[in-house]
Structures are given as structure tokens and as C-alpha cells.
């Protein structure tokens, strides 16, 4: 019931197209949705978070898109550039948890964009 | 911007080894963290930390391993006597906990052979 999936495991687009990666959960008490960013070699960098009281969030070229109601939400990214070019987690906060900064990722999706 | 450094960035240990990977969060942060990475998987949590004590640890967080933060400004993940399947990319991050925001290090790779 703690588990984020996560899909796809890796998406290729091309230079200006949108990027979708998609991820579900179970359990209902996570309140803290945040994507994170991570480049080779690099940690992961928080991008963008969501909270269930809001069904979406845009900041820049990233938005994220939040059903509550089916237990999903999806980060996208418009105009993709090469530079964006990295592996993307999202990721879940437990509420009823007793650590603030404990979450729960999913599987990671790797997105290449092409030039 | 600050930032949480660690080091070493990589280790290469033989089974059986103790190993100590160091963290220095950021100064203001109070709650810190190590997470797992290992080889083309999930980051996963391993235990929290705050007040000088851990707050939480999970099912992989058992007696090998053990977390301290030394000297007020360093804070370290001991692993006991390490195994194979111990290799792996291990995070060190500590909150932002006006925002939520939990800023991770480039990470230490530990490779057991």
C-alpha cells in the first residue's frame, strides 16, 4: 500500500514535444506529491510538488496534473529540450508518518529527448 | 544556493568491511536523511534523524547499519560489515520544513566486492 508505480520505465520525444510520465497510488493518506529531477551522476532535485487540495500546479514548462478521485497524477512536460534530458521519480509523503522528509518513489522514468 | 555535500563520492570495500559515509547538511536544517539508490532502481528511504536520535528507519535500516551526527555539523551512516548487495548510491538529504522541500547530496557510491 506504500508503493508509487510509475510508468513508462523510459520515454524518448523529440525537441519541442510534450513529455508525459503517468504514476498511481494506493494509499489515500499521502498528502506531499513532489517530482524529482535527477541527472547522471547527480542527486535527485526536487522540480515540482503538488498537494491533494489542488488539481494541478504549473511552474514554468512543468506541470503537474492531480486526480485524487482515481489516485493519479502526472507530470508534463511542454516545449521538451535536450537539456531535460534526465531520469524523472515521483514521489509520495505519508501524513499519518512519523518523518516529515520520508517519502516513497516510484520507479523512475528516464526521458531522452532528442535534438 | 546551499547545498548538502558528502563524501567520499565513491568507495570500493571488500565484504566484511566497515564503511562510514559522511554527510554535512545544510547548517539550518534540522531533520536529516539517508536514501538508497541502488543500480537502476528506486531511491529508497533508510532511516530519518533528528534531535540527535533517529526518528524513523526502515525494514532495510537492520543492526549493520547505524546513523550519528558526531559534531554538530557532520552526520554519518556507518555500515557495520558490509555485503554485496549493500552496493549501492547512497543519499544524504535534510528538509527545508517550511516548504516540505528535501534537498539531496550528489550522493557516495559504495561498491562491495
Known amino acids: 500500500q506504500q508503493q508509487v508505480k510509475q510508468s513508462p520505465q523510459s520515454l524518448i520525444v523529440q525537441k519541442g514535444g510534450i513529455s508525459i510520465i503517468n504514476c498511481a497510488y494506493e494509499?489515500?493518506?499521502?498528502?506531499?506529491f513532489p517530482w524529482y529531477q535527477q541527472f547522471p551522476g547527480k542527486g535527485p532535485a526536487l522540480l515540482i510538488a503538488?498537494?491533494?487540495?489542488?488539481s494541478e500546479k504549473k511552474e514554468g514548462r512543468f506541470t503537474i496534473s492531480f486526480n485524487k478521485s482515481a489516485k493519479q497524477f502526472s507530470l508534463h512536460i511542454m516545449d521538451s529540450q535536450p537539456g531535460d534530458s534526465a531520469t524523472y521519480f515521483c514521489?509520495?509523503?505519508?501524513?499519518?508518518?512519523?518523518?516529515?522528509?520520508?517519502?516513497?518513489f516510484g520507479q523512475g522514468t528516464i526521458l531522452t529527448v532528442h535534438p | 544556493e546551499p547545498e548538502v555535500t558528502q563524501t567520499p563520492s565513491h568507495q570500493v570495500t571488500q565484504m566484511g568491511q566497515e564503511v562510514i559515509l559522511r554527510c554535512v547538511p545544510i547548517s539550518n536544517h534540522l531533520y536529516f536523511y539517508w536514501y538508497r539508490q541502488i543500480l537502476g532502481q528506486k531511491v529508497e528511504f533508510l532511516v530519518s534523524f533528528y534531535n540527535n536520535e533517529i526518528s524513523e528507519k526502515s525494514e532495510i535500516f537492520d543492526d549493520q547499519f547505524s546513523v550519528e551526527r558526531p559534531d554538530g555539523s557532520n552526520f554519518t551512516l556507518k555500515i557495520r560489515s558490509t555485503k554485496l548487495e549493500d552496493s549501492a548510491m547512497y543519499f544524504c538529504a535534510s528538509i527545508r520544513v517550511r516548504t516540505g522541500e528535501l534537498f539531496f547530496g550528489e550522493g557516495s557510491r559504495l561498491t562491495v566486492l
Open positions: 503538488i498537494r491533494p487540495d489542488v
Open positions: 494509499n489515500t493518506a499521502f498528502d506531499y
Open positions: 514521489a509520495a509523503r505519508d501524513a499519518g508518518g512519523t518523518s516529515y522528509g520520508k517519502l516513497t
